[in-house]
């Protein structure tokens, strides 16, 4: 038996007809395989026979039910560790410690640890996920930057990012396991942050380098099935500036549910 687990539409902003979407994708990938499949809650019981699950939740009490699934031997994509592991500042010291090129940043607890070295900047929630269009701000002053930082803090956000701002072309990225990799100037995007870097200029850079740094990045938070944004500098250079457990393929849906439905097929041999 083959699982499947939504993402709640709260931790979903703006995507959650997409991440549905690719959660159907890969169901029916999958029964056209033969496979039995069932789609459950994420407050639902697991069946007896569970083999594989695919899950795209990220609530605290899910990912806790997936650990106790996970050491029963139950084989889960993404597993739960990797998807705590992308919550910002865990992937971000992640990406640190492997030496994996990211804009330079500052943790901060308050406006006071402001770097003036990090302006233009943006001012990021670190914990958890971006789940409201004022969870990352761009600061082009440090009285911007405080304002942010405010308003954040309105909202019960404790645990704040400043990341440099890099000038250059935002490219998205998604991959699955080592034998799927895909590249892409955005479109629709969750909240359109992206407009702070312009039309892209379509700089040149080694395609297999960005494969290369989004690929160790995976590995190194644990992803199997994962996406992201990085940034091309006019010379080339490469920063990647977020990762994301289980995106929703948008620009290549039916591929990406193929070579996903294969994957998980391939866990229950």
């Known amino acids: 038996m083959i699982v499947t687990i939504a993402?709640?539409?709260?931790?979903?902003?703006?995507?959650?007809a997409n991440d549905a979407a690719i959660l159907e994708c890969i169901t029916a990938e999958l029964m056209e395989c033969g496979a039995e499949?069932?789609?459950?809650?994420?407050?639902?019981?697991?069946?007896?026979?569970?083999?594989?699950?695919?899950?795209?939740?990220?609530t605290i009490s899910t990912i806790k039910r997936l650990k106790e699934a996970e050491q029963k031997g139950i084989t889960i994509l993404n597993t739960p560790q990797s998807v705590e592991n992308c919550s910002r500042r865990r992937f971000m010291e992640i990406l640190h410690n492997n030496a994996?090129?990211?804009?330079?940043?500052?943790?901060?607890?308050?406006?006071?640890?402001?770097?003036?070295?990090?302006?233009?900047?943006?001012?990021?929630?670190?914990?958890?996920w971006s789940c409201h269009r004022d969870d990352v701000c761009f600061s082009q002053t440090k009285e911007e930057a405080v304002a942010a930082i405010e308003q954040m803090s309105e909202r019960g956000i404790d645990e704040y990012i400043q990341m440099l701002h890099i000038t250059g072309d935002i490219i998205k990225f998604y991959g699955i396991g080592n034998d799927f990799f895909y590249h892409c100037y955005p479109e629709n995007t969750k909240f359109g942050k992206e407009e702070k870097n312009g039309v892209p200029k379509h700089h040149h850079f080694e395609s297999n380098s960005l494969k290369?740094?989004?690929?160790?990045?995976?590995?190194?938070?644990?992803?199997?099935?994962?996406?992201?944004?990085a940034i091309i500098t006019p010379q080339g250079e490469i920063f990647i500036i977020d990762i994301n457990d289980f995106p929703s393929f948008t620009a290549i849906r039916d591929e990406a549910a193929k070579n996903i439905a294969k994957l998980i097929i391939g866990k229950t041999k």
């Open 7 to 16: 993402r709640n539409p709260v931790d979903s902003p703006n995507m959650t």
């Open 37 to 58: 499949v069932l789609s459950i809650g994420e407050n639902e019981e697991l069946p007896n026979d569970t083999q594989v699950i695919c899950s795209m939740s990220r």
């Open 100 to 128: 994996i090129p990211q804009p330079p940043f500052n943790v901060l607890s308050s406006s006071v640890e402001l770097q003036d070295s990090y302006f233009p900047c943006w001012i990021k929630k670190a914990k958890g």
């Open 212 to 229: 290369g740094f989004a690929q160790k990045a995976a590995q190194a938070i644990g992803l199997t099935i994962y996406g992201g944004d």
